[in-house]
């Protein structure tokens, strides 16, 4: 990891995204998704879902650290609620 100076956060970060996509990968397969309606007026799948859960993260991380700096584990917090609403609500 050194030659491309990754933290061991960075790798556990992009560890845990490549078996979440895994993971809904075998959920895709075993439980065929159905599209469903939602607040945003459009039909959404498992796999948009954590699309729009993933992006949301991206950009809630952003303002955390532009807003209030590098608190991040309070951050992590806002983020799983924030996935917990998208996948209930959308």
């Known amino acids: 990891m050194e030659w491309m100076a990754w933290t061991w956060p960075t790798a556990l970060f992009f560890a845990i995204i ?25 039909e959404t799948t498992r796999g948009d879902r954590l699309f729009i859960t993933l992006l949301g993260s991206a950009f809630i991380n952003l303002a955390w650290l532009g807003v209030i700096g590098a608190k991040q584990p309070f951050a992590l917090i806002v983020c799983l609620v924030y996935a917990l609403a998208v996948f209930r609500w959308v």
Request: glycine content about 8%; overall charge positive.
């Open 18 to 42: 490549a078996m979440t996509l895994t993971v809904f990968t075998i959920l895709a397969i075993k439980f065929p998704e159905m599209s469903r309606m939602g607040v945003l007026g459009m």
